[in-house]
C-alpha cells in the first residue's frame, strides 16, 4: 500500500511589484505581441522564454486537480515563487484537512496526507531532491517538481546548458531541444513553442538513455498586458514510471494572481512537522 500511496501522491507533490487577479473570468483576451517577424534564431526564441519567466515572480492561485487513481477531483491553492519554491493545500471540497498539504523548496520536498487513506494513516513523505534523484523511489517515480513550473511556462534555458534548435515541430510548432542537469543526472527536454507569440505550449522530459519520462501540455494561455506575461489555465501531465504504469494529472487554475505573494517564509516553505504524524524519508524506502 506504501507503494501505491507514493506512486499517486508523487505526483501531485512534485507538481508545483503590485499585481492584480488575472485570467479570473472566460472574457475575451488580448494576445501577445508577435516576438518574431522574420527569421527565428535560438537566441530570439529562448530569449522570449526567459523574459517571460522573469516577468514571473510569484503565484498565487485556486486549482482543481484530477488524477487517475483519485475517485474525485480536489480543490485548494497553490503558491509559488520562482525559482525552486512550491506550496499546494488540496482537498475534498477545497478543505486541505480532508487532502494534502504538499511542499517544494530549494532542498527538499513533502507530502502530508492529513486524511487517512485505506491501510495507510496519515504521514509526511519527503526527500532531499538531491538524494531522491538517486534513489530506489525516484529511479521508478522519476518525476521532479521543477516540471510543473516548467509546464506553467516558467522555464529558464540557462546559458551553461546545451540547447539546439528552433527545429521544425508537429502544426508549425517550433521545437528546441536541451541537455540539462537535473539534481546531477544527466535529462533531454524538448520544449514545442508556438510560432507567433511564443508560450509554451508542451514540456518533454528524456533520460539519457533516451527513454520517454513524461511530458506536460500547457493550454488556454492568458497575456497580461500590463505584466507582459503569458501564463496557461489548464495543464494535462503524463509521467511514465519504470513499473509502466502510466499517470496521468489535471491541473486546472483559477483566479490567478502574479507577483503579489505576502507569506511567512519560514512557515510558507518550509515543511511542517505536527506532533504523532511520522516522517517517512523516501530517499530510504526500497521497492
Not at 34 to 49: E, H, Q, R, W, Y
Not at 55 to 77: K, Y
Not at 208 to 223: D, F, Q, S, V
Amino acid at each position: 500500500m506504501l507503494r501505491t500511496t507514493i506512486a499517486c501522491l508523487l505526483i501531485l507533490c512534485l507538481l508545483q511589484t503590485g499585481c492584480r487577479s488575472v485570467f479570473s473570468q472566460r472574457t475575451k483576451q488580448p494576445l501577445p505581441p508577435v516576438f518574431a517577424k522574420d527569421d527565428l534564431t535560438l537566441a530570439s526564441v529562448t530569449g522570449n522564454i526567459n523574459r517571460n519567466t522573469d516577468n514571473v515572480r510569484q503565484v498565487e492561485a485556486d486549482v482543481r486537480i484530477s488524477m487517475n487513481g483519485l475517485p474525485s477531483a480536489i480543490t485548494g491553492t497553490m503558491l509559488l515563487e520562482t525559482p525552486d519554491h512550491l506550496r499546494l493545500k488540496a482537498g475534498v471540497m477545497g478543505i486541505s484537512d480532508l487532502g494534502v498539504d504538499i511542499g517544494s523548496n530549494r532542498e527538499l520536498f513533502w507530502i502530508w496526507t492529513k486524511a487517512s487513506l485505506p491501510g495507510q494513516p496519515s504521514n509526511i513523505l519527503y526527500a532531499r531532491h538531491d538524494q531522491f534523484a538517486q534513489s530506489a523511489a525516484g529511479q521508478q517515480m522519476r518525476f521532479q517538481p521543477k516540471w510543473i513550473i516548467d509546464a506553467l511556462g516558467l522555464l529558464d534555458f540557462k546559458a551553461t546548458e546545451v540547447h539546439e534548435g528552433p527545429f521544425a515541430g508537429p502544426n508549425n510548432r517550433i521545437k528546441i531541444h536541451s541537455l540539462i542537469d537535473a539534481n546531477g543526472e544527466p535529462m533531454m527536454r524538448h520544449v514545442l513553442i508556438h510560432p507567433q507569440y511564443g508560450w509554451i505550449e508542451q514540456v518533454a522530459y528524456y533520460d539519457k538513455n533516451g527513454n520517454r519520462m513524461a511530458y506536460a501540455n500547457a493550454l488556454e494561455h492568458r497575456y497580461d498586458e500590463k505584466l507582459n506575461t503569458v501564463v496557461p489555465q489548464f495543464i494535462q501531465l503524463y509521467a511514465f514510471p519504470t513499473s509502466g504504469e502510466k499517470m496521468e494529472l489535471t491541473i486546472q487554475i483559477k483566479r490567478l494572481k502574479i507577483n503579489e505573494l505576502y507569506v511567512d517564509p519560514e512557515q510558507t516553505w518550509k515543511m511542517p512537522q505536527p506532533r504523532d504524524v511520522p516522517a517517512i524519508d523516501l530517499s530510504t524506502v526500497s521497492f
